[in-house]
C-alpha cells in the first residue's frame, strides 16, 4: 500500500496535468513522499488546534493534501501558491473530489530572472507577507517546487527565518543547467547550495540532503527549527 492509498487521498492528475489511476503516487518522489509523511506525522504529535502550511508551486496540490489528510481536514490551514492556470485547475479539482478545503492564490514567488522566458500574469509575493495576510505566528510547513526561484522564497522570509516561524521546510532544488542535473553529494548544484547555505545561516537544522537530481529532476532539502 502507498501513501495516497494509505490516506484515502483520491487522484484524477498526474503532475503534468494527465488523466492517472485513483491510487496515483509518482514512483519519483518515493523518498520525498515518505519524509513528508514522517515530518507531518511528528508535527501531530504537538496536538496543536490548527496546523499551517505553504506550499509554492502546488501543481496538483498532492503536498497540501496529504498535509490535510494526516492532520485531519478541520485541524489545518493549507495555502496553495500556483501561477498556472492549469495546474491551478488541477488542484482544485483534486481538493474538491476529497473534500477538503485550502487557499488557492494565483500567485508567484518573486524573481527578477524569468525562467525559461515565461512571464507570469499574476502578482508576486514573499513568504514574510503571506505570513502576516494570513496571521500565521508559526507555519508548520513550508513546501517549495517553483523552479529556481527557491533562493528567492527564501531571501523573501527573512523576518520568518530569523524569528523561527516556521517549523519545517521542504525545499526542491532545480539545476541551472543540463550538466548540473548530473549532481551529486560530491558536486551539488549551485541553487542547492545556496539554499542550504541561507537556511544553514539561519540557525535552522539540517534534517535530509539529497543533492542528486533524480528526484523527478530535482534535489531536496529538508531543514527544521
Known sequence: MNVTEKYGIKMKYNQFGDIVTENFEDPDEKIAID????????????NKNVYSMIELGSNFSYYSMLFKKILEPDESLSILLEPYDKYMKTGKEHFEINNLEGVFLKERIYNPIPWCDITFDCPSTTIDDLLERYGIEELDVLHSDIDKSEEYALIGAKNSLENKKIDTIFIMTHPDSIEESYSTHENPTKLHIKC???????????????????????GMLVFKK
Open 196 to 218: 542550504k547555505t541561507i537556511l544553514l545561516d539561519y540557525g535552522y537544522n539540517l534534517v535530509y540532503d539529497h543533492p542528486e537530481c533524480d528526484l523527478a529532476g530535482d
Open 35 to 46: 519524509l513528508f509523511e514522517k515530518s507531518v506525522l511528528d508535527l501531530k504529535l504537538k
